[in-house]
């Protein structure tokens, strides 16, 4: 059980910066993959990145050289730094923790964050 809190959120110009942070109610170095999603009006939730244990990072095509994920154990966080925004980058974005425990699949999810990028 791992409960999951997103900060960071907000309203950027196009060409902006924000930084995503998510915060886990314990330790996530065992934690098999954890992730950014999103989800904009009308569309599907949608893989941003996702990070493994062993520090593997994976990202969507749209956001590929721009968008980095990264764990910090000492903290039990996962960071999203976002730059470049882009008006279609306008979305909830979600943090998500998958874990494998003698074959238990858990999946977590947090609340979300809101981010906008003006035109």
């Known amino acids: 059980q791992v409960q999951l809190v997103e900060s960071g959120g907000g309203l950027v110009e196009n060409g902006g910066s924000l930084r995503l942070s998510c915060a886990a109610s314990?330790?996530?170095?065992?934690?098999?993959?954890m992730g950014w999603y999103r989800q904009a009006p009308g569309k599907q939730r949608e893989m941003v990145a996702h990070?493994?244990?062993?520090?593997?990072?994976n990202y969507a095509d749209s956001v590929k050289g721009r968008f980095t994920i990264s764990r910090d154990g000492a903290k039990n966080t996962v960071y999203l730094q976002m730059n470049s925004l882009k008006p279609e980058d306008t979305a909830v974005y979600y943090c998500?923790?998958?874990?494998?425990?003698?074959?238990?699949?858990?999946?977590?999810w947090g609340q979300g964050t809101q981010v906008t990028v003006s035109t």
């Open positions: 990070i493994t244990s062993r520090g593997t990072a």
């Open positions: 998500n923790a998958y874990e494998v425990v003698f074959g238990l699949k858990s999946d977590y």
């Open positions: 314990r330790s996530i170095v065992s934690i098999n993959i």
